[in-house]
């Protein structure tokens, strides 16, 4: 069992950076990669960006990259989001999640190939 435990989240304004971070525990797991999606009210939930953990590949949403930045420490099992420039459209819950078995049914991008998530921490962008 893995567990994963987002923090970092909170109320900041437009153009202010932040950053998130997923602290995951359980089983010492060959995860193929781990990532971030966000969910606003009303909307699906969309792929934000995702790193595979051994070789350190990165993947973005593209309209968001260049603002976010995701990063690993693999010593410290935790996984970072580096937000910048934040917008309105930036606010949703932001989840934490890992694919822990690698098995390439689905894109890294997609959230289907992932068997584990956080809770959650919400992030609000005001004007």
């Known amino acids: 069992q893995v567990q994963l435990v987002e923090s970092g989240g909170g109320l900041v304004q437009a153009g202010d950076s932040l950053r998130l971070s997923c602290g995951f525990s359980?089983?010492?797991?060959?995860?193929?990669?781990m990532g971030w999606f966000r969910q606003a009210p009303g909307k699906e939930r969309e792929f934000v960006a995702a790193?595979?953990?051994?070789?350190?590949?990165?993947y973005y949403a593209e309209s968001l990259e260049g603002r976010f930045t995701i990063s690993r420490d693999a010593a410290k099992n935790m996984l970072y989001l580096q937000m910048t420039s934040l917008k309105l459209d930036d606010t949703a819950i932001y989840y934490c999640s890992a694919d822990s078995k690698g098995a390439r049914t689905y894109s890294t991008t997609d959230g289907r190939s992932y068997d584990y998530w956080g809770q959650g921490t919400q992030v609000t962008v005001s004007s």
């Open positions: 790193i595979t953990w051994r070789a350190g590949r990165r």
């Open positions: 359980g089983r010492a797991f060959g995860t193929y990669a």
